[in-house]
């Protein structure tokens, strides 16, 4: 009872040093930063309608997708919290109204806010993830560039050498996440490699102590039998 107590008590105390645990936290945060962002994009939304920048149809419009993408967030976190899928299916929320919010903001801000829900994926220990979530945000963000400047529309004052070093700073940043990713998975893996070990080597003293303690017994029956 004691010994299955102990086990529940290191379980909670180490919960995640367990890869289903992490991955769990993970998606969680991912979802969580997506709503922040999401939540930011409404504030904006609201304050261009008040100022009269934006109309309030384009503005409910961007309502409407922001609760699709926000419930198919959190519907799958939900239904299943492992899933190594839901990561994925962020992305295209994020890359969809990231690129509308590119497109229909001259502001430097608005190309650049939707790049630090990718922080995240540093989470998942997975670089490669890093890269692709970085990439696919950097892409939609240039083309609502390329696509501002092919209609000439919502440019403002800035020149194309000013996007440039904006599309430049977002594939840096991803270039960043991904390596910090990638510090990351080999802090984690060397971690629990190493608990794991000096489980192993713990369990080798025990097994050792066990075996003296095995021999004692027997050479204290043999003395009392000669006894």
């Given at each position: 009872?004691?010994?299955?107590?102990?086990?529940?008590?290191?379980?909670?105390?180490?919960?995640?040093?367990?890869?289903?645990?992490?991955?769990?936290?993970?998606?969680?945060?991912?979802?969580?930063?997506?709503?922040?962002?999401?939540?930011?994009?409404?504030?904006?939304?609201?304050?261009?309608?008040?100022?009269?920048?934006?109309?309030?149809?384009?503005?409910?419009?961007?309502?409407?997708?922001?609760?699709?993408a926000l419930?198919?967030?959190?519907?799958?976190?939900?239904?299943?919290?492992?899933?190594?899928?839901?990561?994925?299916?962020?992305?295209?929320?994020?890359?969809?109204?990231?690129?509308?919010?590119?497109?229909?903001?001259?502001?430097?801000?608005?190309?650049?806010?939707?790049?630090f829900v990718?922080?995240?994926?540093?989470?998942?220990?997975?670089?490669?993830?890093?890269?692709?979530?970085?990439?696919?945000?950097?892409?939609?963000?240039?083309?609502?560039?390329?696509?501002?400047?092919?209609?000439?529309?919502?440019?403002?004052?800035?020149?194309?050498?000013?996007?440039?070093?904006?599309?430049?700073?977002?594939?840096?940043?991803?270039?960043?996440?991904?390596?910090?990713?990638?510090?990351?998975?080999?802090?984690?893996?060397?971690?629990?490699?190493?608990?794991?070990?000096?489980?192993?080597?713990?369990?080798?003293?025990?097994?050792?102590?066990?075996?003296?303690?095995?021999?004692?017994?027997?050479?204290?029956?043999?003395?009392?039998?000669?006894?």
């Amino acid at each position: 009872m004691r010994e299955q107590e102990r086990k529940t008590m290191e379980t909670k105390k180490f919960l995640y040093a367990d890869k289903e645990q992490q991955l769990i936290r993970a998606n969680k945060c991912m979802a969580i930063a997506n709503t922040a962002y999401y939540l930011y994009v409404m504030v904006m939304l609201a304050i261009s309608v008040m100022q009269g920048v934006r109309s309030t149809g384009f503005a409910g419009l961007i309502a409407v997708m922001v609760l699709i993408a926000l419930t198919a967030t959190w519907v799958a976190f939900k239904r299943n919290p492992k899933s190594t899928k839901m990561k994925y299916l962020i992305l295209i929320g994020l890359g969809l109204i990231g690129w509308i919010i590119s497109f229909a903001y001259s502001q430097d801000f608005a190309v650049i806010i939707g790049i630090f829900v990718v922080c995240c994926s540093i989470l998942y220990f997975d670089p490669k993830y890093s890269m692709i979530a970085g990439g696919f945000y950097t892409a939609w963000a240039t083309f609502a560039v390329f696509y501002k400047f092919s209609t000439k529309s919502n440019v403002g004052d800035n020149t194309v050498v000013d996007f440039i070093f904006v599309i430049s700073a977002l594939v840096l940043f991803t270039g960043l996440v991904a390596f910090t990713a990638s510090v990351a998975k080999t802090f984690n893996n060397d971690s629990i490699g190493a608990a794991n070990a000096e489980q192993e080597r713990q369990k080798e003293i025990m097994d050792d102590v066990l075996a003296v303690a095995d021999e004692v017994r027997n050479g204290t029956e043999k003395a009392m039998e000669i006894i």
